[in-house]
């Protein structure tokens, strides 16, 4: 299992329920990577979503606590175990945790990459992800060249679980 995220140099993810900042490579890079994969993430960042519906041409399963829970077309699931059940027979690779912030604590633990969009600049964040640079179980396995969007730069990093 794999997890995809962006974050700023504090390790930050999010605020108010939503992104730090949108950068369009950044999103091309999401869509690459995702496409035709099946996806993990938590109710919120479904509602925080365009229409709160699922994404596109790949699998959705979202993990709430509410059982009355619709997902709008997304497969809903109440645990980190009942998730990981349901991808029990995909091939780990073909998986990826894209948020938010609890449920990615949850399933880190399972994952064995990270793809990890590295800001160069610290936002006002409210929510954060592990930083895998002071977890000694993870190491970079490639890192991309600097790019800059309106003055930021950022890299695209790829951690491997030893």
């Known amino acids: ?3 995809i995220v962006a974050v700023d140099s ?9 992104l730090l900042i949108s950068i369009p490579e950044d999103m091309k890079y999401f869509r690459k990577v995702t496409a035709g994969k099946t996806l993990i993430y938590g109710r919120k960042t479904l509602e925080s979503f365009p229409g709160q519906k699922p994404l596109p041409k790949r699998r959705n399963i979202v993990i709430t606590r509410n059982a009355a829970y619709g997902g709008n077309g ?3 699931v109440n645990s980190v175990d009942e998730a990981r059940l349901a991808v029990k027979d995909e091939d780990p690779d073909n ?5 938010g912030g609890a449920i990615y604590g949850q399933m880190l633990p399972f994952c064995t990459r990270a793809y990890v969009t590295r800001i160069d600049r610290v ?4 929510t954060f992800f592990p930083d895998l640079d002071s977890d000694p179980e993870w190491e970079i396995e490639s ?4 790019m800059n969007y ?3 730069s ?6 491997k679980k030893n």
Request: proline share 0%.
């Open 1 to 3: 299992m794999n997890c």
């Open 10 to 18: 504090n390790w930050g993810i999010g605020k108010d329920n939503d």
């Open 74 to 76: 997304a497969e809903v």
């Open 95 to 99: 998986v990826f945790v894209i948020g």
């Open 123 to 126: 936002f006002d964040a409210d």
């Open 143 to 146: 890192e991309s060249e600097t």
């Open 150 to 152: 309106e003055g930021i």
């Open 154 to 159: 950022y890299r695209f990093v790829i951690y």
